[in-house]
């Protein structure tokens, strides 16, 4: 079953700009990760959040997490071509993923 | 160097000619899953495995079988494939948290092989 849902579905920006993506899930959960998948390769995990936390932070990104509206977002700073790939978020190994975040960085 | 490995990386095949996709992990990890990734339909789970000879059927079963002999090893098995699972898929493992039981930690992917059924 498919838990999470990312917004928007392709972000394009400029290099040295902010991207900021979203994701809704429905049920309660115990934490929520956020995956990075360069074309056609395995998902990398990049960061998780658990439900007691509010944001946490890795370097250029920063994640939010609101248990109240059910929603997470993942923030990349100064972002870079080399960030150019599709976000996913999950909540749960038995959950699926969406269709992902596609974000273009435009050098 | 700890990692989920796939095989093979790419398969063209025909209709009803029975295939095995391999998947085998290092991390003496407990959980294991099959997702296969189709465009505008993001990732969905195929079977997934809890531990040894333990298996359950994800959101997308039909037409797929998976067996759990070894912790290390959980191959993907289509008895007789057809054009509709031409798609690419992905193995990946995690370790198993034991309480609370519905906790998860991060999964480790392998890298993808892409099925051409015609």
């Known amino acids: 079953s498919q838990q999470g849902e990312e917004d928007p579905q392709a972000l394009s920006i400029q290099e040295g700009e902010n991207a900021t993506m979203n994701c809704s899930y429905k049920t309660s959960i115990n934490n929520l990760q956020w995956y990075r998948q360069n074309s056609g390769r395995g998902l990398v995990h990049l960061i998780l959040i658990r439900s007691n936390e509010r944001e946490k932070h890795s370097g250029r990104l920063r994640v939010t997490l609101d248990t109240s509206k059910k929603s997470s977002s993942l923030l990349i700073t100064a972002s870079r071509a080399a960030d150019t790939a599709s976000y996913f978020c999950a909540t749960g190994p038995r959950e699926g993923f969406g269709q992902g975040t596609e974000l273009s960085v435009k050098p | 160097e700890a990692q989920v490995t796939q095989n093979p990386r790419y398969l063209i095949t025909v209709t009803g000619k029975k295939l095995t996709v391999t998947c085998s992990q290092n991390m003496n990890h407990e959980y294991m899953s099959w997702y296969r990734q189709d465009p505008g339909l993001g990732l969905r789970q195929i079977y997934y495995?809890?531990?040894?000879?333990?298996?359950d059927k994800g959101d997308v079963p039909e037409g797929y079988k998976v067996s759990r002999k070894e912790k290390r090893n959980f191959p993907l098995i289509l008895e007789s494939p057809s054009p509709n699972q031409t798609s690419l898929y992905f193995c990946a493992s995690s370790p198993l948290q034991v309480s609370p039981a519905s906790s998860n930690s991060p999964l480790h992917f392998g890298n993808g092989t892409r099925l051409t059924v015609t």
């Open positions: 495995s809890m531990n040894v000879e333990v298996t």
